[in-house]
Structure formats: C-alpha cells, structure tokens
C-alpha cells in the first residue's frame, strides 16, 4: 500500500514538531521511514502536485495517510480521496490534531458535508488500530436538508 505522511519536511522526512510532543513527532516520523511513506508538508501540496491521480493512473486504489493534523489536512486529502475512489487507511496511533479540543477524523469530514462543501458520502468502519474509508453510493439520511 501506498502511504502519505502529512505535516513532513519533504526535503528532511521528518515531522515539522507544532504543536505536538517529540514522543509523537519520533512516532510519526519514523512511521514515514519504515513505510517509505511520499512525505508532503500540507494536502495541498498533494493535490498541485496531482499526487493523487499519479497514484490512480499506475492502478492504486488504496492508500494510507498520516501525520498532522488529523482535524485538518488528513480530513481534506482523505476527502479528495474519498471522491477519486480511493480507499484509505488511516493508522491511528501516527495522527494529530491540531488542537486538543477540535474534531476528530471522522466528525471532520462530516463536518465538511454539512458546512456547504460538495457533499461526498462515505462509510467507514474502525478497529484498535485503523480507521478504514471508503466511498459510498449512499448519502447518510442526517446529510438530507
């Protein structure tokens, strides 16, 4: 599987420490060294970059993210994700959230459906150690105005 780390030093690979403890930081960094994760500082990044299509014209329909922040730049490249068809994992043990006190994953791109953006239906579904998304054909009836 293919892996993005967000919140990277591309040059350097390792996490840029905000707002997290170095604990944190060495995990995440290391994640993106023992799974020769693409390192990118932000999702925008990813996107001008076209990272994504590149990944769906060589056949990959599943990656992994991680890194910072999960409430923010994860939540927004799982999301152009989600609409490209693309399945994502998200190891919970190597995310972040900007602040403690903000949304997590999952409330986030709900959060992004409600707000006014296009809305993309998704489904997920969670063990001790991944969150698993995927597109859904479903829209959830709490999206429904």
Excluded: W
């Excluded at 993106?32 to 001008?48: E, G, Q, Y």
């Amino acid at each position: 599987m293919i892996s993005i780390a967000l919140g990277m030093d591309p040059d350097q690979r390792y996490i840029v420490q905000d707002k997290m403890s170095t604990k944190m930081a060495m995990r995440i960094t290391q994640k993106c060294r023992d799974s020769s994760a693409r390192p990118f500082a932000t999702a925008h990044d990813v996107l001008m970059e076209g990272y994504l299509g590149q990944l769906i014209e060589k056949g990959e329909d599943e990656i992994e993210i991680f890194g910072a922040y999960e409430n923010l730049c994860i939540a927004s490249l799982v999301r152009y994700a989600i609409e490209l068809d693309i399945n994502i994992t998200v190891p919970k043990r190597h995310i972040v959230r900007s602040k403690n006190n903000a949304h997590g994953l999952i409330r986030s791109l709900e959060e992004m459906n409600k707000k006014g953006f296009k809305i993309v239906p998704f489904q997920h579904t969670q063990d001790s150690e991944n969150y698993f998304i995927r597109f859904s054909n479903e829209l959830p009836t709490s999206y429904l105005f």
